[in-house]
Nanobody
Framework: QVQLVESGGGLVQPGGSLRLSCAAS????????MAWYRQAPGKERGLVAS???????KYADSVKGRFTISKDNTKNTIYLQMNSLKPEDTAVYYC??????????????WGQGTQVTVSS
């Protein structure tokens, strides 16, 4: 079992920045992937960014060049640095852990979500 707690959301003006954090209750070193998803009102939850245990990253086309995912295995925490925010980035952002890597199929764990609102 892994508990995930997100933080760092809030209200920001267009063009601004936020950094989201997701703290896990245990080591994430053996998780296959850690990721951020988001869900806007009336839309499905979709992948924003992911990072594998070997630090390979993937981004949604809509956030490439603006968002950066990173992780600190020593703190059991992942981050999402969001720059040049746009109103369409407004959503609830969820942290996801998938793994451990040796379990087939892997388990999925979710945080409770943190609201990001981009508005002037």
């Amino acid at each position: 079992q892994v508990q995930l707690v997100e933080s760092g959301g809030g209200l920001v003006q267009p063009g601004g920045s936020l950094r989201l954090s997701c703290a896990a209750s245990r080591s994430i070193f053996d998780m296959y992937t850690m990721a951020w998803y988001r869900q806007a009102p009336g839309k499905e939850r979709g992948l924003v960014a992911s990072i594998t245990r070997r630090d390979s990253t993937k981004y949604a086309d809509s956030v490439k060049g603006r968002f950066t995912i990173s992780k600190d295995n020593t703190k059991n925490t992942i981050y999402l640095q969001m720059n040049s925010l746009k109103p369409e980035d407004t959503a609830v952002y969820y942290c996801n852990a998938r793994g451990p890597y040796f379990r087939i199929p892997p388990d999925d764990y979710w945080g409770q979500g943190t609201q990001v609102t981009v508005s002037s």
